[in-house]
């Protein structure tokens, strides 16, 4: 084993612990968007889609008895031969309110499993979390520490006007008189 590192270019583990640090803190924000995108959907089922959607049911249902109202009226006034166009508006309203009705209980369905779902998913961004926090946090420390000690190396042992045989002691004694 040498007495001797050789220590050539220190700016590529620099360089290294540079894009570790950078890639540390792209994934923390990507992480942190991920989780309010979580939590933003979360709210979005739960709250905002059943309010709309029971809006809509309440609106279209309006505009069904309104187009069953014009129907009714058509059909018993003398100066509407056939009542085509209002009973094309009743069917209209009506396919209309039962979209909005499925679309509520689909909302509800989904507000239901969507943390059974999305909390195993949810857990593995933890995870990563931890292994951002700590592991590679460790390693950014631990490259810190390598430049300090390789530089002070470097520093110490610096090449001198000596020749390297003076240096090492074991070539020293094995050398030939």
Not at 2 to 8: F, M, V
Not at 117 to 130: A, I
Request: with cysteine.
């Amino acid at each position: 084993m040498a007495d001797q590192a050789r220590i050539s270019n220190l700016d590529a583990i620099e360089a290294f612990r540079s894009a570790l640090i950078v890639f540390i803190a792209k994934a923390r924000q990507s992480l942190d968007q991920a989780q309010d995108a979580v939590k933003k959907t979360r709210g979005w089922l739960q709250t905002e889609q059943p309010q709309y959607w029971t809006a809509q049911i309440k609106a279209r249902q309006k505009r069904l008895d309104q187009a069953n109202a014009e129907l009714m009226s058509a059909r018993m006034s003398e100066f509407v031969e056939s009542p085509t166009v209002q009973q094309m508006a009743v069917r209209k309203c009506r396919y209309a309110l039962e979209e909005a009705q499925q679309k509520l209980e689909r909302t509800k369905h989904w507000a239901r499993d969507y943390d059974r779902s999305v909390d195993p998913l949810s857990r593995k961004l933890d995870g990563l979390r931890d292994y951002l926090d700590n592991d590679l946090a460790r390693a950014v420390s631990f490259l810190t520490e390598i430049l300090k000690i390789l530089t002070a190396y470097s520093e110490a042992h610096a090449p001198s006007a000596a020749p390297m045989v003076e240096h090492n002691p074991q070539s020293a004694t094995d050398s030939p008189p």
